[in-house]
Each structure stands twice: as C-alpha cells, then as structure tokens.
C-alpha cells in the first residue's frame, strides 16, 4: 500500500500546512492537534498515517519532526469538550495548532472533510492522514503528544488504564470506571459517562480522592 506522498501538497502555494488532531473517540482527556510544515527536501523517513505506525516510530519520527519541520500543537479542554462538544473541540484544538505555528501558511491542508471557520485558505481531505504526507506528519505529531499527556495522566488517576487505552473505552477502563468513577478528566458528554453518572444518581461518580478535597 502507497505512502502519503507530496502529490496534494505540490498543487498549492509554500508554505504549506498539514493538520490532523487526535483523541475524538476517548472517554477521557483533552483532543490534541497538530500543524506541521515540512521541508520537502528534508524529512523523516516513514511518516504514514499515525495508526499504522508502531508507537517506538512514532515517537522517532515525532522527534526528528521537531527538528526539521515547523510544528505547531494545539489543544481543546475536557470542559470544552463538553461544552461545545467534540466537533466544534475538534476544530478550536485545529485553529490553535495553526496559530502555534507563529506564523501564517499559504495554504491549509486538514484531515477530515471540513475545515474549521478559519479567515486562510485551507482544503480538507477526507482520509488526508493516509494521502497526503504533511496531514499524515501531523497526525504523528499529535498522537504521539496526546499518548504522553494520558501516560501523565495514568500516574494521577490509577486503575484506568490510561497508559495502555490512552483513555479510549477499552474493557479495562470501563472496569476502572465501575469500580473507580470518574475523575475531572473524563467526558461528561459522553454516552458511556452519562450512563455511569445516571446509575450513580447524578455527577458525584467521583473517586473518594476527590471527595476528601
């Protein structure tokens, strides 16, 4: 199977942005962006689509993005999750990894099919991350940020899981939220959080590590 390429970027005007985010699906944790602008003439090698990519490549390729690509990371709360749900989250965690870049692109290319409502010329890509090789650079930047940030989050809140599922709704967190409740990290918009504080009688599903704050 092909690689994301430099095909799609080189109908558009330099200097070009790639953005994709990661942590839509999670029952917990913050969804995080990316922008990179690559030097096509000097790029890590094996930037694929960051779910097809072993996590130890990931992290390689991220640091070496660092290095020699411009990156921005941007983004979106678990409280702006639920407040403005996960579409509208998506897309302000979008708008910031842009505006990190400290500068403004030519040209915009985004992982999905729509852009956020942004004042610069942009196109979004359905399936961008396994085409077009700037969204796939990003998807890996933002992955590898949002596994770090839930790895972190793991040490706070034990019994989750959030080290291995990286707060996605795996067997193992559900079993951590059954026999743990919720913690401040988790999507209260959520259909499977609603559920547990529904059972539980309201929002107060917290552990008893909250409640003696």
Known sequence: ????????????????????????????????????????TRFPRGIDDSKVV???????????????????????SVEEIDRLNIYWARMLAMSRAVDALGFEPAMVLVDGNRCPKWQRPSLAIVDGDAKCR???????????????????????????????????????????LAKHGLTPLHRRSFAPVRALMASAGGP???PQQLLDL
């Open 204 to 206: 107060a599903a917290m």
């Open 54 to 76: 072993p996590a130890k490549e990931r992290e390689a390729i991220c640091a070496r993005l660092y290095k020699v690509a411009r990156v921005g990371v941007g983004m979106a």
């Open 1 to 40: 199977m092909a690689r994301p390429c430099f095909k799609l970027e080189k109908i558009h005007p330099e200097p070009l942005a790639g953005v994709d985010e990661a942590g839509c699906a999670p029952l917990a944790g913050p969804v995080v962006a990316a922008a990179v602008v690559l030097d096509r």
């Open 134 to 176: 700037s969204i796939a650079a990003a998807s890996i930047v933002a992955k590898v940020t949002r596994d770090r940030i839930m790895a972190e989050h793991a040490r706070d809140w034990p019994g989750y899981g959030w080290e291995r599922n990286k707060g996605y709704g795996t067997p193992e967190h559900h079993e951590g």
